[in-house]
């Protein structure tokens, strides 16, 4: 079975600043997807990128990228420019190419510093 | 923008009651799911359906949970009685298939007494 960790329960990082949010992954599977969601004391989980595991390009979407080490099995999430509505739990989250629902990490609890 | 929509958004029972949980997922989606997520824990599956089957429900305690999707619809998640350790968020989630598309619900927080 797979299994995701996150060894950060919680971090900060002051307003306009670059944090970064590990992950590791445990799979026997070649083909997968992983993706980091953002869920905010209002409680609904959105999704903040993804990675397909055939490709060997980091995705990024805005201020949100990714460093996708397929060997290592770690997919960490790289935040630019943080802003106070980046504060939230993220999870990180496997999803197999033969499956359709999530193995998700424990999350991090990231707080912004004005 | 559409939504999966959930009901209620908080509720609180005694232990031993029963409570049920409701979710409406976005239109032509034919996966729908059920998450519980404990305070400080990520989200993990119950149970998932294609349309009005179950796909999967190795992680449902059916000795008090059950789930039904009788139209391919909008589904229902019951537990009967409650038990003190089953006070967390659910989730409803739907997707049309594929990695993709996935969509979340708000939840449903329960707290059990």
């Known amino acids: 079975a797979q299994t995701v960790t996150q060894s950060q329960p919680e971090m900060s990082v002051q307003e306009a600043e670059t944090v970064t949010l590990s992950c590791t992954y445990d799979t026997s599977e070649s083909d997968y997807y992983l993706f980091w969601y953002k869920q905010p004391p209002s409680r609904q989980m959105i999704l903040v990128i993804r990675q397909e595991a055939y490709k060997q390009q980091n995705a990024t979407e805005n201020r949100f990228s990714v460093n996708f080490q397929k060997a290592a099995k770690s997919f960490s999430l790289k935040i630019s420019d943080s802003q106070l509505g980046d504060a939230a739990m993220y999870f990180c989250?496997?999803?197999?190419?033969?499956?359709?629902?999530?193995?998700f990490g424990p999350g991090t609890r990231l707080s912004v510093l004005p | 923008e559409a939504e999966v929509a959930q009901s209620p958004r908080y509720k609180i029972t005694e232990k031993s009651q029963a409570v049920a949980f409701w979710c409406d997922p976005i239109?032509?989606?034919?996966?729908l799911y059920w998450y519980r997520q404990i305070l400080g824990q990520g989200p993990e599956l119950l149970v998932q359906?294609?349309?009005?089957?179950?796909?999967?429900d190795s992680q449902l305690p059916k000795d008090r949970f059950s789930a039904e999707r009788l139209k391919g619809v909008d589904s229902t998640l019951k537990i009967q009685p409650a038990e003190l350790g089953d006070s967390a968020m659910y989730l409803c989630?739907?997707?049309?298939?594929?990695?993709?598309?996935?969509?979340f619900g708000s939840g449903t927080r329960l707290t059990v007494v």
């Open positions: 239109s032509g989606h034919a996966t």
């Open positions: 359906f294609q349309d009005e089957s179950v796909v999967d």
């Open positions: 989630a739907s997707s049309f298939g594929g990695p993709y598309g996935y969509t």
């Open positions: 989250a496997y999803r197999s190419n033969y499956g359709q629902n999530f193995v």
